[in-house]
């Protein structure tokens, strides 16, 4: 009796500490993109790291439509941490375009890198320039995705009209590249880090003559509209298979944000901490991560207030904020 009273009290203490460290296991959900760009893999890799390296933790990283669906789900309390453009995000903290009476409370942990606009078509389909879209078959992203959002101001900025001028499909970059090889589509728009595995695959495709279109004229009026958030930017000819002179660009920055009231200081802190001083984890599954650096941690880079915890690791760092 004694015996068996000994095995059920040791039973449940045991019941009790497994339940007690599950309660302290911290759980965060990284909204990140669809498996063809960028967001996604260096995503996986900041959750491996957060797994790897924080206590008590457990990270995911969600495939989803983009930033607009990375913000939504912030809002929704869904996860906690996102990959976002600067533009995207604007309109969320503002509660303007696609969240329109749903603002969402935002704060930005870090700036990554610049993320380029890609205006992509092939040879073969008459388009050399923005104004020759008109009338043709054009993805302007997926849905819940701020390529979607980008392009539409490209195309404003161009003085095209995106539902009179062009027949639109809404698919993502993997989706837009198998659709343009099968001729379904004319044109894509895709904005991301460098390079895009999607857009290689379809300039080392045999038989195809991958072409991108200039566009770098349309950031004086996008900014003038939208707010001092856009640049001018160059894919170098090197980027891609097969082409044979740089690509003029508008490029927004990419931000790492939580929601306003989902971390702590603390948190904030340590999770800045780890992707600065082990870049070398991310770098080593995509190296647009080389890009992310203390440099870019100026306030006027992000349109959305900063989290303490961040401010305080930079600040740390000799950033001035």
């Known amino acids: 009796m004694k015996r068996g009273f000994k095995i059920a009290i040791a039973a449940v203490s045991a019941a009790l500490v497994c339940g007690a460290a599950l309660a302290q296991q911290k759980t965060y959900v990284i909204g990140t993109g669809g498996t063809g760009g960028v967001y996604y893999p260096i995503g996986g890799a900041l959750a491996n790291l957060l797994s790897k390296n924080m206590p008590n933790t457990q990270a995911t990283a969600q495939v989803t439509g983009g930033s607009v669906a990375n913000l939504q789900l912030i809002g929704a309390g869904q996860s906690e941490i996102a990959f976002t453009m600067a533009d995207a995000a604007l309109d969320a903290q503002k509660g303007e375009d696609k969240f329109k009476g749903k603002p969402v409370g935002l704060q930005t942990l870090m700036v990554l890198y610049p993320n380029i606009m890609h205006v992509v078509t092939i040879e073969g389909t008459g388009i050399e320039k923005m104004a020759d879209l008109k009338g043709k078959r054009v993805s302007t992203g997926s849905g819940g995705s701020a390529t979607e959002v980008m392009a539409f101001r490209v195309i404003e900025a161009a003085g095209l009209d995106k539902d009179k001028d062009m027949k639109r499909e809404r698919l993502g970059v993997a989706e837009s590249v198998n659709a343009i090889k099968d001729k379904k589509i004319d044109a894509f728009f895709w904005v991301g880090g460098l390079p895009t595995s999607a857009v290689t695959d379809l300039g080392a495709t045999p038989g195809v003559k991958l072409k991108l279109i200039d566009h770098?004229?349309?950031?004086?009026?996008?900014?003038?509209?939208?707010?001092?958030?856009?640049?001018?930017?160059?894919?170098?000819?090197?980027?891609?298979?097969?082409?044979?002179?740089?690509?003029?660009?508008?490029?927004?920055?990419?931000?790492?944000?939580?929601?306003?009231?989902?971390?702590?200081?603390?948190?904030?802190?340590?999770?800045?901490?780890?992707?600065?001083?082990?870049?070398?984890?991310?770098?080593?599954?995509?190296?647009?991560?080389?890009?992310?650096?203390?440099?870019?941690?100026?306030?006027?880079?992000?349109?959305?207030?900063?989290h303490p915890g961040a401010v305080k690791y930079f600040t740390e760092k000799g950033v001035k904020m």
Do not use: C, R
């Open 216 to 306: 770098a004229d349309a950031v004086d009026k996008m900014n003038a509209k939208y707010g001092n958030l856009y640049a001018a930017a160059t894919i170098k000819k090197s980027v891609y298979p097969g082409q044979e002179k740089d690509n003029k660009v508008t490029a927004v920055w990419n931000l790492l944000v939580t929601g306003d009231k989902q971390m702590t200081d603390q948190e904030a802190y340590n999770i800045v901490k780890l992707v600065v001083e082990k870049k070398a984890d991310l770098v080593a599954v995509h190296k647009e991560a080389e890009s992310f650096s203390t440099d870019n941690q100026v306030k006027t880079n992000s349109p959305l207030p900063w």
